[in-house]
């Protein structure tokens, strides 16, 4: 089975992986910016951040954006 080459902007850019499987994973670096906003995340939203995309941006397709 051939490797898979993710690009840099995947989340599974950095882990990885056997001709079956991918190994644990490892973050990749994701640059910080000035307009960069901190929200401190509720138990409203834990494990749900598709009701956080929702809430502030009117959309749950924007679930992925979120990191820790």
Request: net charge negative; hydrophobic share 30%.
């Amino acid at each position: 089975m051939a490797r898979i080459k993710y690009k840099n902007s995947s989340p599974y850019a950095n882990t990885d992986q056997t001709s079956w499987y991918l190994d644990l994973y490892v973050d990749r670096n994701i640059l910080k910016y000035e307009d960069d906003e901190l929200i401190v995340i509720t138990t409203k939203y834990e494990y749900k951040p598709d009701l956080l995309s929702q809430d502030l941006y009117g959309t749950p397709r924007f679930w992925w954006i979120f990191q820790r």
